[in-house]
Nanobody, 117 residues
């Protein structure tokens, strides 16, 4: 079993910066990858960024060059650094962990990010 908890959301001004955290606990030795998604009411949940167990990263075109995903293995935490956020980045951000021989998915509760002046 894997437990996932996001934190760090809040209000940020356009052009500012914000760092989201995804703390992972439990059976962390079988993790294949950790993803950040976001969902706005009335829209489909979309992938923002992911990092694999090998350290490879992938970004949505809409955030490429502005957001950075990274991990701290000692703290079992993955971060999403949001720089130069835009109002359209306003959303609930979710962390998803893929783990186990059956590639199970574990989601956190989400953290709200609002980009506004």
């Amino acid at each position: 079993q894997v437990h996932v908890a996001e934190s760090g959301g809040g209000l940020v001004q356009p052009g500012g910066s914000l760092r989201l955290s995804c703390a992972v606990s439990g059976n962390i030795f079988s993790i294949h990858g950790i993803n950040w998604y976001r969902q706005t009411p009335g829209k489909q949940r979309e992938l923002v960024a992911l990092i694999t167990s090998g350290g490879s990263t992938v970004y949505a075109d809409s955030v490429k060059g502005r957001f950075t995903i990274s991990r701290d293995n000692a703290k079992n935490t993955v971060y999403l650094e949001m720089t130069n956020p835009k109002p359209e980045d306003t959303s609930i951000y979710y962390c998803k962990v893929v783990a186990g021989s059956d590639w199970s998915e574990y989601w956190g509760q989400g953290t709200q990010v609002t980009v506004s002046s």
